[in-house]
């Protein structure tokens, strides 16, 4: 059987651990092409390039996989991939593993989630990992069973167009991690602030603090399954339309 051709990325950059990992354990069940940003693009988000120009580079890092290091954003690299780079349509897209968590609130910002979007957008089966440890020395191979699991069940199973995983997992060893949950986002948010400082020339500076403010305690949550030692599984759409509301706005924006 010919082998799965899948489009690795991240929003860490190419030299990440985390893309090293995921790399690495993609090549076990796929031709792997990777393209991700030649820089470090968290929190991006759903950002593209159209003020400057875009390039990529092939590198020869390591593994049989091919790897392309982009100029531009997260999405910049998917697109970029499907039109310039890849001999065809990749079966799977895959993003991450991100340093640090996209559940809750933070899907909207994560650059490692918008990948996977665009690519949703594109009507691919896509998947976004993330690891619960922001640590450069973080140990991703705890967990590479339950990622190659994940990826090879949604090739066989083919997810609904224009739905993608958001998948996060717990920093915990293997024989510690309770299995799978598929779970809703979260209701949380980070109560942010701006701390004010000023540089060696006296001008006033700010830097973005906060705190992360979980109002969610329903079993059936992502960060409750996190704490509770679960790697959670989100399908996210990219369509935002909140259709519970349209019939009242309906009426409510009625002009006589």
């Not at 593209?48 to 875009?54: A, D, G, H, K, Q």
Request: one cysteine or more; glycine letters at 8%; aromatic letters at 8%.
């Amino acid at each position: 059987m010919k082998k799965p051709l899948i489009l690795v990325t991240n929003d860490d950059g190419i030299t990440a651990p985390g893309v090293r990992n995921l790399i690495e354990f993609m090549n076990e069940i796929g031709d792997v092409i990777v393209v991700a940003p030649n820089s470090p693009q968290s929190g991006k988000g759903h950002a593209i390039t159209i003020n400057s120009t875009l390039s990529f580079e092939e590198l020869h890092l390591d593994g049989p996989q091919k790897d392309f290091s982009c100029s531009g954003t997260p999405v910049d690299c998917v697109k970029m991939a499907l039109d310039k780079i890849l001999p065809r349509r990749p079966d799977i897209v895959v993003s991450g593993i991100n340093h640090g968590s996209n559940s809750s609130i933070n899907v909207i910002y994560s650059g490692t989630m918008s990948a996977a979007v665009e690519a949703g957008v594109e009507g691919l089966p896509s998947i976004g990992f993330s690891l619960l440890d922001f640590s450069w020395e973080a140990d991703f191979t705890q967990a590479k069973e339950y990622i190659q699991g994940i990826v090879r069940k949604t090739l066989e199973n083919p997810m609904p167009k224009g739905v993608v995983l958001n998948v996060n997992i717990p920093k915990l060893k293997k024989e510690e991690i309770k299995g799978v949950k598929i779970c809703k986002q979260a209701n949380a948010k980070w109560e942010e602030s701006f701390d004010e400082r000023i540089n060696p020339h006296g001008k006033k500076y700010y830097w973005l603090t906060g705190n992360f403010n979980n109002m969610d305690e329903s079993e059936d949550a992502d960060e409750t399954a996190l704490a509770k030692g679960y790697i959670s599984i989100v399908p996210v759409k990219f369509d935002m339309t909140a259709y519970e509301y349209m019939n009242t706005l309906n009426s409510v924006m009625k002009f006589d």
